[in-house]
């Protein structure tokens, strides 16, 4: 298993966070086995904005990604085998009682729910989110333990963010 963390990351890639790239952008809507023209209306954006994803021509918003995931994650039978985020965690009951993932008792998409109390803390957007749940056992159960699984899609090796930086010894 390849760790994103295992590497050292510039401080530009920390402060923008994980991204998903076009060609993941355009394996999860393959997974989900809609069209281009199909994808549009489900992410409320024109045929014209999913070819410039998959192009490359336009970068991925924050709520385009968020959405995509939303829809795989829903067709993924994972999803209903996932335990509660504060089983899992074992969150004390203060926590819980602040965190809106047990106020509104969806501990298996606590991922996708922006203001989520994990490791004691709120996370200020969606990118700082991202980068704590890709390593949470929560979103791993979802989406795969490894980062070729997350997506319920075979031979990717990552799931999100920049590319791994290649060693001398591998160019």
């Not at 790239?21 to 023209?37: A, D, M, N, P």
């Not at 968020?66 to 085998?81: C, G, I, P, W």
Request: glycine share 8%; proline share 5%.
């Amino acid at each position: 298993m390849t760790d994103m963390t295992s590497r050292s990351m510039s401080t530009n890639e920390i402060a923008r966070g994980y991204e998903m790239e076009k060609k993941e952008f355009s394996k999860v809507r393959r997974h989900l086995e809609k069209t281009q023209g199909q994808m549009a209306p489900l992410l409320g954006v024109s045929l014209k904005a999913i070819q410039s994803f998959e192009q490359g021509w336009r970068k991925i918003p924050t709520y385009i990604e968020r959405q995509t995931l939303f829809l795989l994650a829903m067709k993924t039978s994972r999803l209903k085998k996932a335990r509660p985020c504060w089983e899992t965690r074992k969150c004390s009951l203060e926590i819980r009682q602040n965190c809106p993932a047990w106020e509104f008792r969806v501990g298996n998409l606590c991922w996708f729910i922006n203001g989520t109390v994990c490791d004691g803390e709120i996370r200020e957007n969606w990118r700082k989110k991202m980068r704590m749940c890709q390593k949470c056992v929560v979103f791993q159960a979802i989406f795969g333990a490894s980062p070729g699984e997350r997506h319920g899609i075979n031979g990717r090796k990552r799931a999100f963010g920049p590319k791994p930086r290649r060693s001398p010894t591998q160019e």
